[in-house]
């Protein structure tokens, strides 16, 4: 097709070959067929049909297939290499945050300790500022620790993943709540969901990926009771779910700088938290095939959608 154009031919015929015979009635009615009557030269324009291959152009045909074998196999190579590569580092990056998570919660430790200690020690002769500035390094300690902790999470989504088996959303979501429990009855929060599917997937990843979108729907709440809904609907091979809130809601120019780790929209003295719990979300929601975006208006609460694949089950 790439290399052999087409090539218009006339072809001369001895008689018309769409004519083979001839039909001949005799005197007494008798049909007979013979052999037409005319070999008078006919001619056909041969059309979609190219020259004939020569022998050097076939060697280059094969020449050509043995080229792309051999750049096929070696791009096969190297993607087999990277992968290797990958996987190493990948193991070296999940120890590096191990071993970082570990040898900076102990000085934390430490210096939450002996800074409480000191407080404790020396409380009749502090006075109010040194009592706040107390408070001040214990909450940067506390912040940093659980900083420290998400990273953590974060690194492990991709290496620490169970194999996907069928699980039932509906005992994912209450695992999440149990979690949650304390927040939702300080804040007051009702939560209502529609049926919840079965489906394959991970379900750790998945209990942290609700308890982390009900968690923000409480935190980013306004002056009432959180109000969650959370929806679920197969469409297109999939199955759509959903998380409504009546809190605070977002700034449509900043939908998908949210799922960016460490990006805040929101002042950290007034909303607490480590800006990577949307991120951790993406990760989980791309590890198990989906995809997760919000829609939202400022002062109108948030909705984030994400998508699950329907597998089979095993």
């Known amino acids: 097709m790439w290399f052999r154009p087409e090539y218009i031919q006339t072809v001369n015929w001895a008689g018309d070959p769409n004519q083979p015979i001839?039909?001949?009635?005799?005197?007494?009615?008798?049909v007979r067929l013979t052999p037409r009557g005319s070999f008078e030269e006919w001619k056909e324009i041969v059309r979609c049909k190219s020259l004939p291959?020569?022998?050097?152009?076939?060697?280059?045909?094969?020449?050509?297939?043995?080229?792309?074998?051999?750049i096929v196999l070696r791009q096969a190579d190297e993607?087999?290499?990277?992968?290797?590569?990958?996987?190493?580092?990948?193991?070296?990056?999940?120890?590096?945050?191990?071993?970082?998570?570990?040898?900076?919660?102990?000085?934390?430790?430490?210096?939450?300790?002996?800074?409480?200690?000191l407080e404790m020690r020396?409380?009749?002769?502090?006075?109010?500022?040194?009592?706040?500035?107390?408070?001040?390094?214990?909450?940067?300690v506390t912040h940093m620790q659980t900083l420290i902790d998400d990273l953590l999470a974060y690194s492990r989504v991709g290496t620490r993943g169970k194999e996907f088996v069928p699980t039932a959303v509906e005992t994912v979501l209450d695992r999440a709540l149990t979690n949650l429990q304390i927040r939702i009855a300080e804040s007051g929060a009702v939560i209502t969901t529609d049926p919840l599917p079965t489906l394959n997937g991970d379900s750790t990843q998945l209990i942290q990926l609700f308890q982390n979108l009900i968690d923000n729907a409480i935190k980013f709440g306004r002056d009432q009771p959180p109000q969650i809904h959370l929806g679920a609907k197969q469409q297109d091979g999939e199955w759509l779910f959903s998380v409504r809130d009546?809190?605070?809601?977002?700034?449509?120019?900043?939908?998908?700088r949210i799922f960016i780790i460490f990006q805040r929209l929101q002042p950290?003295?007034?909303?607490?938290?480590?800006?990577?719990?949307?991120?951790?979300?993406?990760k989980i929601v791309d590890r198990h095939g989906g995809r997760i975006w919000?829609?939202?208006?400022?002062?109108?609460?948030?909705?984030?959608?994400?998508?699950?694949?329907?597998?089979?089950?095993?």
């Open 79 to 117: 993607l087999a290499s990277l992968a290797r590569e990958l996987e190493r580092s990948n193991a070296e990056y999940e120890k590096f945050a191990y071993v970082a998570s570990h040898d900076l919660q102990e000085p934390l430790n430490l210096v939450s300790s002996y800074v409480q200690l």
């Open 246 to 256: 009546n809190g605070i809601g977002i700034d449509p120019q900043f939908a998908d």
């Open 268 to 282: 950290r003295d007034e909303y607490p938290g480590t800006g990577i719990g949307l991120a951790i979300c993406k």
């Open 122 to 140: 020396y409380i009749d002769q502090l006075d109010q500022d040194a009592k706040e500035f107390i408070d001040f390094a214990v909450e940067g």
């Open 22 to 30: 001839v039909k001949t009635i005799s005197d007494q009615g008798t």
């Open 53 to 70: 291959w020569k022998p050097c152009e076939i060697e280059a045909a094969g020449e050509l297939r043995n080229a792309i074998i051999n």
């Open 294 to 314: 919000v829609e939202s208006e400022l002062g109108q609460g948030a909705t984030f959608y994400f998508t699950l694949p329907v597998r089979e089950q095993l």
